[in-house]
C-alpha cells in the first residue's frame, strides 16, 4: 500500500486543520492506521491510531481531547482533525500503516511521505 498525506499548513494558534492520508491499495480490516509527527530535533512521536476494522481510536496524552481520528473506508482515507492548535504542535506529520496497535514508529511498516504543519503564535 502506499500512503500520501496532505492537509498541512500555516495556522494561528487556536485554529483547526485536518489532515487527510489517501490510501493506494487494500487496507485489511486488521490493520492499524497511525499518525506520527515529528518536530525539528526531536524524534519522531506517536499521535493517535484507528484500527481500520473496528474503528477503534486511540490518541496520545498530549493530543487526547483536542484531536480526532476517523476514517472512511470506501474512500480509503484516514483523517485527523486538529483543533486548539497550539505552537508546540508543530511538526512534520506522517501517517503509517500497521499490521498490530502500537505507539512506535517501528510497529508500523508503511509510511506516507509527511505534511509539514506550523502554527504561530
Known amino acids: 500500500v502506499q500512503l500520501q498525506a496532505f492537509g498541512g499548513g500555516l495556522v494561528q494558534a487556536g485554529g483547526s486543520l485536518r489532515l487527510s492520508c489517501a490510501a493506494s491499495?487494500?487496507?485489511?480490516?486488521?490493520?492499524?492506521m497511525g499518525w506520527f509527527r515529528q518536530a525539528p530535533g526531536k524524534e519522531r512521536e506517536f499521535v493517535s491510531a484507528i484500527r481500520w476494522g473496528r474503528g477503534s481510536t486511540y490518541y496520545a496524552d498530549s493530543v487526547k481531547g483536542q484531536f480526532t481520528v476517523s476514517r472512511d473506508s470506501a474512500k480509503n482515507t484516514v483523517y485527523l482533525q486538529m483543533n486548539s492548535l497550539k505552537p508546540e504542535d508543530t511538526a512534520v506529520y506522517y501517517c503509517?500503516?500497521?499490521?498490530?496497535?502500537?505507539?512506535?514508529?517501528?510497529?508500523?511498516?508503511?509510511w506516507g511521505q509527511g505534511t509539514l504543519v506550523t502554527v504561530s503564535s
Open positions: 503509517a500503516r500497521g499490521v498490530s496497535l502500537g505507539d512506535t514508529p517501528a510497529d508500523y511498516n508503511a
Open positions: 491499495g487494500r487496507i485489511f480490516s486488521s490493520a492499524v
